[in-house]
């Protein structure tokens, strides 16, 4: 077997009182290729950022060549030869492919830059990965797919001896993914030693050497790829029971009325041909891997964003909703992902952020302020919020209390129809399972609710029905009994549903050929 | 210290003023520094607008000098028709309201409906009102009829009990203003779309609309300003208004609005137009400093405060 040259041992990192790795161990070997799988939020990124110097840990070594190291910044992971491909490119939009590639060790001749020589090497880094854009051409010019070649050529220019991707492929065609294995293939050969994660597991059978899969910030299973195929990656990557952190479901009566009846809903770039129904007092999941399309599709709906669809019915009557003014009117509104950068005005205290939504009820012109107070008092009994005074800035509140300002600003509104989209993202459990009892509540009481989610557990525990995008498309329904957490995954990397019909007829195969 | 600072300097001018010349503190002096504001500062009320909802407006300074010289121009042609008489300075005061409207208006088209940088397209059309004024007066200055300035001279120089009406207007803007910034919705939507126009978007604040509001009511406070200004020297020129636009965002800036956006007063804009116009008179009153430095002094303060504003925003944070 040969050579260790990077490997965590008992690794682990805390956010604040969170911990999100718990003791990795992880070992990477010259000349092999390293699967890194699982699902969102399992705690792969962080591994990797690690890794390569861009986090410290919190416990735990860091081993190089055996000894033990400690990254100071990220030019002590370059200068170490590890070298990180982001999932969102780490390039200078601005600057040209050439300068991007030299970014930082430019090429001089005297005091000057010697561009012709910068110019020919990187035309040759680029030839080896088949890519053909002009090195003088403005990386903001360029696809997806050139950028994540641009960033491989660049890992190619740092003679790399450990080369760390994050979901590389996510961007590629098939060809494009085929030259970058190939690629892959060729430095494992000069002896480098490649971590790569992926979402698709037809690629990690096909090019990996050893497979690592990691669940709730923790490595669960580790060994050579020839000893786990595609079926048992998804089921290890799964398996974990759902404790009694939610509200029991009540069954959805088959009369009850159907409350939104969407047909091809059409984003742009992101989502195609939605056709899917909504009943009143049913909690929808949607599920599906990050970039699905879900948050795209659902703003969309909602006039968030530009999008068309054949036929919206709300409540029975035919409607379009152009702006999210026009949804709210009509008792539909969306609830973010992203609470500080979308939900919530962190500069501002909490009754400007309550209100902002709905300040046309708080007076026509002038703001009736007596109302708004009543109202945080009103909202802060309702949902519990937590914090040390009226005044304190919304920035200054834990996530946990965020969301609950967050939620009790879009309940202003009073939705019949409420979205909601990862409504328990980076907060604690306690609160996780009061918004889960709020929301089984207000669906008992006749509204309904649509939940985008990523975390598995909430989609099974929560939701009546689980509708699963993959690439803009749904991929499929799943009812009652047949919400399991493999289907879901299943669905999620374009497999069938129920387990074990392999290759050419999945629709893998088809995907392939897109 | 954001919040008294501006007023402690003002004090701290006012004092030194009082020192230095006995004459600083007479009515005279008063209404007059009062009267020279009013111009700058009604300008500056709407700018407070503009910047707190995250815009810019730097064509306010030619935008008066082409409506003061369009405004002189339809009256001095209708003079013949019309006589003189309160119908054709009405007449004038409608033209100054409908171009400062369409002015501003064009401003916010570009910048909210096109996607235009603020600053790009304030810097096109400061140029072009600039050019299409020294146009209109062939190089020269536009004047009013003589008979036509005796009959308008009074909007500038007469008032009610002792105090001029510019004095009188600029009071309203300011009380409005205020009111409207801190009180209303549609105060609360500008500070929330300059605050983080994301969130103003996912909270259904038509971002769009607020600030195509804001530049046509800058617009629109433009030419209340030179219908004030006109009566004063009842001419145009190419030198009319320049660098208005600067003193006027000095002042909003000075006065603890946020250049940014999301948090603006209108009040502070007040206390900055004051200081600004208090610097101008000391000197001039003074021979302790040249008066050529006064733009000199203007910038070091304009350099202190935002120094100040970002020392207590870090010390909130």
Same mark, same amino acid.
């Given at each position: 077997m040969s050579l260790p040259v990077l490997a965590l041992q008992g690794v682990s990192k805390r956010f604040g009182p969170i911990e999100v790795l718990h003791s990795i161990d992880l070992t990477l070997r010259s000349g092999e290729v390293h699967a890194l799988i699982g699902e969102n939020g399992a705690g792969k990124s962080t591994t990797m950022k690690i890794l390569a110097g861009y986090q410290p840990a919190s416990e735990g070594e860091i081993l190089l060549d055996d000894k033990v190291v400690s990254f100071g910044s990220l030019h002590d992971g370059e200068e170490a030869g590890i070298v990180m491909i982001h999932q969102e490119f780490n390039l200078a939009e601005q600057l040209s492919v050439e300068q991007n590639i030299f970014l930082g060790r430019e090429l001089k001749k005297g005091w000057l830059l010697d561009k012709s020589e910068m110019r020919r090497r990187t035309r040759a880094y680029l030839?080896?990965?088949?890519?053909?854009?002009?090195?003088?051409?403005?990386? =903001? %010019?360029?696809?997806? =797919?050139?950028?994540?070649?641009?960033?491989?050529?660049?890992?190619? =220019?740092?003679?790399?001896?450990?080369?760390?991707?994050? *979901?590389?492929?996510?961007?590629?065609?098939?060809?494009?993914?085929?030259?970058?294995?190939?690629?892959?293939?060729?430095?494992?050969?000069?002896?480098?030693?490649?971590?790569?994660? %992926?979402?698709?597991?037809?690629e990690v059978a096909e090019v990996s050497d050893q497979v690592t899969v990691m669940r709730d910030g923790a490595v669960v299973h580790s060994g050579p790829a020839s000893q786990i195929d595609e079926d048992r990656m998804a089921t290890t990557m799964v398996g974990r029971d759902v404790s009694d952190l939610y509200p029991a479901k009540p069954r959805v009566s088959n009369d009850a009325e159907t409350v939104l009846a969407v047909e091809g809903l059409t984003v742009p770039g992101f989502a195609q041909d939605l056709s899917f129904e909504l009943r009143?007092? *049913?909690?929808?999941?949607?599920?599906?891997?990050?970039?699905?399309?879900?948050? *795209?599709?659902?703003?969309?709906?909602?006039?968030?964003?530009?999008?068309?669809?054949? %036929?919206?019915?709300?409540?029975?009557?035919?409607?379009?909703?152009?702006?999210?003014?026009?949804?709210?009117?009509? /008792?539909?509104? #969306?609830?973010?992902?992203?609470?500080?950068?979308?939900?919530?005005?962190?500069?501002?205290?909490?009754?400007?952020?309550?209100?902002?939504?709905?300040?046309?009820?708080? /007076? %026509?012109?002038?703001?009736?302020?007596?109302? *708004?107070?009543?109202?945080?008092?009103?909202?802060?009994?309702?949902?519990?919020?937590?914090?040390?005074?009226?005044?304190?800035?919304? /920035?200054?509140?834990?996530?946990?209390?965020?969301?609950?300002?967050l939620l009790a600003k879009v309940m202003l509104s009073e939705p019949r129809?409420?979205?909601?989209?990862?409504?328990?993202?980076?907060?604690?459990?306690?609160?996780?399972?009061?918004? #889960?009892?709020?929301?089984?509540?207000?669906?008992?009481?006749g509204h309904a609710i649509i939940m985008i989610t990523s975390e598995m557990p909430e989609l099974i525990g929560l939701a009546d029905r689980v509708m699963v995008m993959r690439l803009g498309q749904i991929a499929g329904t799943l009812d009652e009994q047949a919400i399991t957490e493999d289907s879901i995954v299943r669905l999620s990397m374009g497999l069938e549903a129920t387990s074990s019909n392999t290759a050419a007829d999945s629709p893998l195969a088809q995907d392939r050929l897109l | 210290m954001a919040v008294i600072g501006p007023v402690l300097a003002l004090i701290v001018l006012v004092v030194i003023g009082a020192m230095m010349n006995s004459n600083f503190l007479s009515a005279a002096n008063i209404t007059n520094v009062l009267a020279r504001s009013a111009f700058i500062g009604i300008i500056a009320v709407g700018m407070t607008f503009v910047i707190t909802s995250g815009g810019l407006d730097l064509s306010v300074g030619s935008m008066a000098a082409f409506i003061a010289g369009l405004m002189i121009l339809v009256m001095n042609a209708a003079l013949p028709s019309m006589g003189v008489g309160v119908p054709i300075i009405l007449l004038g005061m409608a033209v100054a309201l409908i171009a400062g409207l369409a002015a501003g208006m064009l401003n916010g088209f570009l910048i909210t409906v096109l996607g235009i940088e603020a600053f790009i397209v304030t810097l096109g059309s400061m140029g072009i009102y600039r050019s299409l004024v020294t146009w209109l007066a062939d190089g020269g200055t536009l004047s009013l009829d003589f008979s036509l300035r005796t009959f308008y001279r009074p909007v500038y120089f007469d008032g009610i009990l002792g105090i001029s009406w510019p004095i009188i207007v600029f009071a309203l803007v300011v009380i409005i203003g205020q009111i409207v910034m801190s009180r209303s919705v549609f105060g609360r939507h500008c500070a929330a779309t300059g605050s983080n126009e994301h969130v103003a978007h996912y909270s259904n604040v038509n971002v769009n609309r607020t600030r195509l509001i804001t530049y046509a009511a800058l617009g629109v406070l433009v030419g209340i300003a030179t219908i004030m200004y006109v009566p004063r020297l009842g001419s145009a020129s190419s030198s009319?208004?320049?660098?208005? &636009?600067? &003193?006027?965002? @000095? @002042?909003?800036?000075?006065?603890?609005?946020?250049?940014?956006?999301?948090?603006?007063?209108?009040?502070?804009?007040?206390?900055?137009?004051?200081?600004?116009?208090?610097?101008?008179?000391?000197?001039?009153?003074?021979?302790?400093?040249?008066?050529?430095?006064?733009? @000199?002094?203007?910038?070091?303060?304009?350099?202190? @405060?935002?120094?100040?504003?970002r020392e207590s925003k870090a010390v909130n944070q």
């Open positions: 030839d080896r990965v088949e890519c053909t854009v002009d090195p003088d051409a403005l990386v =903001s %010019s360029l696809s997806n =797919s050139d950028k994540q070649m641009v960033e491989i050529a660049k890992a190619l =220019s740092r003679d790399a001896r450990v080369l760390i991707m994050d *979901e590389p492929t996510a961007v590629l065609t098939n060809r494009e993914t085929g030259v970058l294995f190939d690629q892959v293939r060729a430095l494992r050969a000069s002896g480098t030693a490649i971590l790569f994660t %992926s979402h698709k597991l037809d009143q007092g *049913e909690i929808l999941g949607i599920g599906g891997l990050i970039g699905a399309g879900r948050t *795209e599709a659902m703003e969309g709906l909602c006039g968030l964003r530009t999008a068309s669809a054949a %036929s919206v019915r709300l409540f029975g009557e035919q409607v379009q909703m152009k702006t999210p003014g026009d949804a709210q009117r009509r /008792g539909l509104c #969306y609830l973010t992902e992203d609470r500080k950068l979308r939900g919530l005005v962190l500069d501002w205290g909490m009754r400007e952020n309550l209100t902002l939504q709905t300040l046309f009820r708080f /007076g %026509s012109f002038l703001i009736d302020g007596r109302a *708004e107070e009543a109202a945080l008092t009103q909202a802060i009994k309702e949902f519990d919020i937590r914090a040390g005074s009226r005044a304190v800035r919304v /920035g200054n509140l834990s996530g946990g209390n965020q969301q609950k300002l129809i409420l979205i909601v989209d990862e409504p328990t993202r980076g907060i604690d459990i306690g609160t996780k399972q009061q918004i #889960y009892v709020f929301l089984r509540q207000l669906a008992a009481q | 009319t208004g320049v660098l208005w &636009e600067l &003193e006027a965002i @000095a @002042a909003v800036i000075i006065g603890g609005t946020v250049l940014k956006g999301g948090f603006g007063r209108v009040w502070g804009t007040v206390i900055g137009v004051l200081i600004l116009s208090l610097i101008d008179n000391i000197l001039n009153l003074t021979d302790f400093v040249s008066p050529y430095l006064n733009g @000199a002094i203007q910038g070091i303060i304009i350099i202190l @405060a935002v120094i100040l504003q």
